[in-house]
């Protein structure tokens, strides 16, 4: 009877367990590519008792529908222009061909093009005001029940620089793409066609493919910030991050989040990379260190053509360096211009949100989305200084450096000034830094503010809450923030008020004595300093350091970060060297830091434009190991 009572029991229990079954699309390949079909439906296109559909005997067809309405091009060349277009795109979606066409010349191309394509079938476009017009492109079609999927080509992360593929949910949120394709250890990641996209004014980012850094939020996206731990504990985001939903609702479309070094500090690849793996440079023999901290979203659009433009943080050269090691163009820009909501802090006094990207043109419209105002304040610089430039030719890089200042100089029409920081200073020092250097008055507040910020913003409340639900144990930090985060706990209280008094007095001192033309004037001067050479820097050593350490001491590239100036990275040529790799010659990136006036990013692109008129500067940079068309 005990017995019987308990099955009885246990039977009810499970007539009452809930459950629920979610479709998450499925995988095919079309034409030996893979793709993946989400689960939602974008309409259907069913015929009753039609002769063709009933001879369509497998369940999915790929399809494409070709917009000829008003057109005077031949299917041949409305199918070179997408295939020329667009990568998801291929030959094989022209299985099955929906059109809109009415001419009988258009009806006739579209009938003699079967024997050359392989068409099964061709079907006017169903006119049908519940079922909203689709853009052309390709799709998948289900005959039986008439439903019509989008089509994402699959793509391995070769290079590391992903850590989540990404689509959209509906209602703003994502999803974690859930596919995969053969990859040793790498993410896959998904991106629509981009025929599915139209530039409007309204959206003039439409069908830019875009990945954000992993300290970015994204609704319904667990962040990582290169931490196992942090990912462990953080729950999904309720909402992206402004400055992404900026770029999303311009037409972007987020297609993944990119790795960063652990909370944005600065690491060298591999040795300090312990949590997650460095991304791969994929400049020169593809095993030089990225950079660090955007070096996920700067490796990424350096190596895939199908990634069209990213978005990290730079605090201190974070998507400066990693821009100039891999080749891409990247700008930090002033302070303010984008919000820092729903972005893991570094310093919120320093911290920005700068775009990378392989496209001079691109990178200039979505930093008009991002920052605004690119068209105020356009004026070119009367003044044109030099800081840290070789003074003579000796080497390869230093020919390159060299004789882009030279055309520099030459578009602006002015001549190019060496610029010493630290002589100045010795001679105009203002009296608040009572005779103090340079180095000594100004060298600790990077370090300073970084690390003690980013500890009480992010590091005290991840200790708490892991050792709370780990039975008293504390997480695993890499070296560099763990580091750094013990030696901010070491300072005085009464150190951070005085790098921010420090920061404010040096921040005055610049604008009447650096950046001439005071705190919110393009028309003083813009400064040029190298950002990379073109030197070695292997991922597996030998290091240049022997362990991470504090981040002290003081160089120009510090000036954007205490002032809130605009920094732009542009690749300008490349050195070549020996590698000890792959036992030959190979080349790698040299690269410059231009840096104007506070919300001077006008002033900067209107450089930027005049350099690549006069054929100075690459308007599309190369994918892969070079940057240019070179033999």
């Known amino acids: ?88 795109f291929n030959i094989g979606f022209l299985k099955v061909i929906f059109h809109n066409g009415h001419s009988n010349d258009a009806i006739q191309d579209l009938q003699t093009a079967k024997s050359k394509y392989g068409v099964e079938a061709i079907f006017p476009y169903p006119v049908d005001a519940s079922n909203p017009s689709l853009p052309p492109g ?35 949120a994502y999803d974690v793409i859930p596919a995969a394709v053969p990859g040793a250890g790498a993410m896959t990641i998904g991106v629509p ?23 970015f939020d994204v609704a319904g996206i667990k962040s990582s910030g290169g931490n196992r731990a942090y990912y462990q504990l953080s729950p ?26 652990q909370f944005a500090n600065g690491e060298w690849a591999t040795a300090d990379w312990v949590d997650y793996h460095a991304p791969f440079n994929p400049r020169g023999d593809g095993y030089q260190d990225p950079g660090s901290s955007s070096s996920g979203p700067a490796a990424g659009v350096a190596s895939y053509d199908w990634l069209d433009l990213t978005v990290g943080t730079d605090t201190g050269g974070s998507i400066r360096v990693p821009a100039g090691v891999n080749g891409v163009y990247g700008i930090r820009p ?45 004026t070119l610089p009367r003044k044109l200084y030099l800081v840290d430039f070789p003074t003579n030719r000796s080497s390869q890089s230093d020919n390159v450096l060299l004789d882009f200042t030279e055309s520099l100089a030459d578009v602006l029409h002015t001549t190019a000034e060496v610029f010493d920081t630290e002589k100045l200073w010795n001679s105009t020092a203002p009296k608040e830094a009572n005779g103090a ?24 409340k991840l200790y708490a809450r892991y050792k709370e639900e780990n039975e008293g144990r504390l997480p695993f930090i890499d070296p560099s923030p763990s580091i750094r985060w013990n030696w901010g706990t070491e300072q005085a209280d009464a150190s951070i008020d005085e790098a921010l008094h420090n920061m404010s007095i040096f921040t005055s001192w610049w604008h009447s004595h650096g950046q001439g033309g005071g705190a919110d004037s393009c028309s003083g001067s813009l400064f040029v300093y190298p950002q990379s050479t073109g ?75 005049k350099l690549v008129a006069a054929g100075k500067l690459e308007e599309s940079l190369q994918t892969g190991r070079s940057l240019y068309n070179l033999n």
């Not at 699959?154 to 949910?169: K, N, R, V």
């Open 1 to 88: 009877m005990f017995l019987q009572s308990n099955i009885q029991l246990i039977l009810l229990a499970l007539t009452h367990v809930a459950y629920c079954i979610s479709p998450k699309g499925q995988i095919v390949e079309v034409n030996g590519i893979p793709f993946y079909l989400p689960p939602k439906v974008l309409g259907t296109f069913g015929f009753d008792d039609n002769p063709v559909v009933a001879n369509l005997t497998d369940p999915l067809y790929p399809i494409t529908f070709i917009d000829t309405a008003g057109g005077n091009s031949s299917l041949h060349a409305v199918v070179a222009g997408y295939q020329s277009f667009d990568d998801v």
């Open 138 to 172: 390709p799709y998948f079609w289900f005959p039986a029940s008439g439903i019509i999927h989008a089509a994402y080509r699959l793509y391995s992360d070769e290079q590391g620089a992903f850590t989540q593929g990404l689509i959209s949910s509906g209602n703003g």
């Open 193 to 215: 066609s981009r025929l599915y996209s139209t530039k409007s004014p309204a959206k003039p980012l439409a069908g830019v493919r875009l990945g954000v850094k992993d300290i």
């Open 236 to 261: 999904p985001a309720n909402e992206t991050a402004p400055a992404i939903q900026k770029l999303i609702d311009a037409g972007a479309v987020l297609i993944g989040k990119m790795k960063t070094s």
């Open 334 to 378: 002033s302070h303010d211009t984008a919000l820092l909501k729903g972005i893991i802090p570094l310093s919120p006094e320093m911290d920005t949100v700068g775009i990378l990207t392989r496209n001079r043109t691109l990178w200039k419209e979505a930093s008009q989305v991002l920052y605004g105002g690119l068209g105020a304040n356009a």
């Open 437 to 460: 250097s340079l180095v000594d008055f100004v060298g600790d507040i990077f370090p300073l503010l970084t690390a003690n910020q980013q500890l009480q913003l992010v590091g005290n």
């Open 535 to 609: 030197d070695t820097m292997y991922r597996d050593g030998p290091y240049p350091i022997d362990a991470p350490g504090i981040p002290s001491g003081f160089g120009i590239d510090r000036v954007p970060s205490f002032v809130g100036s605009p920094d732009a990275a542009l690749p300008i040529g490349e050195s070549e060297y020996h590698s000890r790799i792959t036992n030959r010659t190979e080349v790698l990136p040299v690269a410059v830091d231009i840096m104007g006036g506070k919300g001077c990013e006008g002033m900067l692109f209107n450089v930027i434009d």
